[in-house]
Nanobody, 114 residues
């Protein structure tokens, strides 16, 4: 499984960004796809996850501002980030687990600054 993330960049506080992560390879074994983030000096943390059937979960810190979705036909998962805050600054990684193996995208930088 290969994961390719995109969509990060520099954004102003209160702005929005949409991240994308396209999966390729053994995609038929993919169930849950997730987004993690890692801020400077901090551990990587789970932000949101979505199952193939559409069940979602979110970290408490992002509920109400982040929305995860997926397009199974395109093998792509999205993360809509609204009302950006400086503390959202981090490298965002997409992730999936197949047959007990974790796969990570290359990460996409989100920087929130005025």
């Amino acid at each position: 499984v290969q994961l390719q993330a995109s969509g990060g960049g520099l954004a102003q506080p209160e702005g929005s960004l949409r991240l994308s992560c396209a999966a390729s390879g053994n995609i038929f074994s993919i169930n849950v796809m997730s987004w993690y983030r890692q801020a400077p000096g901090k551990q990587r943390e789970l932000v949101a996850g979505i199952s193939r059937g559409g069940s979602r979960n979110y970290a408490d810190s992002v509920k109400g501002r982040f929305a995860i979705s997926r397009d199974n036909a395109k093998n792509t998962v999205y993360l809509q980030i609204n009302t950006l805050k400086p503390e959202d600054t981090a490298v965002y990684y997409c992730n999936t687990i197949v047959a007990g193996n974790a796969y990570w995208g290359q990460g996409t930088q989100v920087t929130v600054s005025s």
